[in-house]
Nanobody
Framework: QVQLVESGGGLVQAGGSLRLSCAAS????????MGWYRQAPGKQRELVAN???????NYSDSAKGRFTISRDNAKNTVYLQMNSLKPEDTAVYYC??????????????WGQGTQVTVSS
């Protein structure tokens, strides 16, 4: 069993900052990639940022220059520092991980989501 537990969402005014955290736990042998997606009401889930194999970082165009993703491999945790937040950043943010379990099974796992609301 693998769990991803997110924290750090909330309500913030436009221009403010939030830091999301996601900790992976359970029968994990290794993690290839961790990242953040978001889904706004009536829209498809989209990639915000991810880290692949520890040093390959990708950002969506909307996240570039405002958001920073980082990872603590020792803690199996990924962070998303979000600055200069805009109302259009309002969404449920989901953590995602591509990992290998201790049973040597490849798994793509999702967290339960954390709400981020940016008021204008």
């Amino acid at each position: 069993q693998v769990q991803l537990v997110e924290s750090g969402g909330g309500l913030v005014q436009a221009g403010g900052s939030l830091r999301l955290s996601c900790a992976a736990s359970g029968s994990i042998f290794s993690i290839n990639a961790m990242g953040w997606y978001r889904q706004a009401p009536g829209k498809q889930r989209e990639l915000v940022a991810n880290i692949i194999s520890g040093n390959n970082i990708n950002y969506s165009d909307s996240a570039k220059g405002r958001f920073t993703i980082s990872r603590d491999n020792a803690k199996n945790t990924v962070y998303l520092q979000m600055n200069s937040l805009k109302p259009e950043d309002t969404a449920v943010y989901y953590c995602n991980a591509d990992l290998l379990t201790t049973a040597r099974v490849y798994l793509n796992s999702w967290g339960q989501g954390t709400q981020v609301t940016v008021s204008s």
